[in-house]
């Protein structure tokens, strides 16, 4: 751990006038453990890391990485008004990739067996060097894709089982409204949503279903780790033609449950 996150918590503490016990109880902490993290003398786990990226709205990568004592007021202020680099999608992340023997970048397929070892595996070369992998001739050489087996009837017409290719996205701000994404998160996992970029506003994305039965949730910039735009898909299921039917039916049944639902208030 960097002895940078001690000196940072405590200088953005300082600068938004907290005192220890003010931050250890918005935190939940006490004020002793707070006051060791600060002297450097105790070091947080990955839950508490979290915590306090979310609690000043400062990437965990900021927090560690970077003396914010050295910046320059107007870099603090800017810090402060989120905007983090590491929160924007500006900085460089780095990909862990594999080659062919032609030194062409491979597309690496994550199974649904894969996925929880790429949850913690995603950064390690190791990791993804096992991976499968395959090249698709028609697909640009100047860009990064990687394929993800989607799970489950959220995204239907993608069927359950279904391989989806995407393209790696930098720059988080280039995240289209409306597109289909996968996005690596912290809590969750990989998960293959439509996206709605909320991140210069609140710091957010909001992800959609296809499938109108679930509901959107939000995910936090900082509990984010890749993002990858949806590029096509390969599955072994035919698409279903009555599907418009089967969602007006869907939509007729909650209609009807929400009538009976306010028959029984009156």
């Known amino acids: 751990m960097s002895c940078f996150f001690g000196k940072n918590i405590k200088l953005l503490r300082k600068r938004r006038g907290r005192t220890q016990d003010d931050v250890a109880f918005s935190l939940g902490l006490k ?10 003398v105790a070091q ?11 609690h000043f709205n400062v990437s965990i990568d900021t927090l560690v990485k970077t ?19 590491f929160l924007t999608g500006s900085k460089l992340r780095v990909l862990a990739t594999t080659v062919d023997r032609d030194n062409e970048e491979n597309i690496e397929l994550v199974s ?17 060097r096992v991976l499968p992998t395959f090249q698709m001739p028609f697909l640009s050489r100047q860009k990064k ?24 996205v930098q720059n988080w701000q280039l995240i289209r409204n409306r597109h289909a994404y996968v996005i690596h998160t912290l809590d969750d996992g990989v998960v293959f949503k439509v996206v709605e970029n909320r991140l210069k506003e609140e710091g957010k994305l909001t992800l959609h279903s296809l499938n109108p039965a679930y509901e959107p949730y ?14 096509n898909y390969i599955s072994n299921v035919m698409p279903d033609g009555d599907t418009p039917y ?16 306010l028959k029984r208030r009156q």
């Open 112 to 128: 649904e067996k894969a996925k929880a070892g790429y949850r913690a595996g995603f950064a390690d070369p190791e990791f993804i």
């Open 31 to 40: 004020r002793s453990t707070l006051s060791g993290y600060e002297n450097g």
């Open 145 to 168: 894709y990687r394929t993800f087996q989607v799970s489950g009837d959220s995204m239907l017409p993608i069927a359950d089982g279904s391989w989806v290719t995407c393209e790696f």
């Open 44 to 54: 947080p786990g990955l839950e508490v890391l979290v915590n306090f990226s979310r």
């Open 67 to 85: 003396d914010l004592g050295a910046l320059l007021e107007s870099q603090l202020s800017q810090l402060e008004r989120g905007c983090d680099v």
């Open 218 to 231: 939000d995910v936090h910039v900082n509990d984010i780790r890749e993002v990858w735009k949806f590029v």
């Open 246 to 261: 089967q969602e007006l039916s869907r939509q007729v049944n909650r209609l009807r449950s929400d009538v009976e639902n």
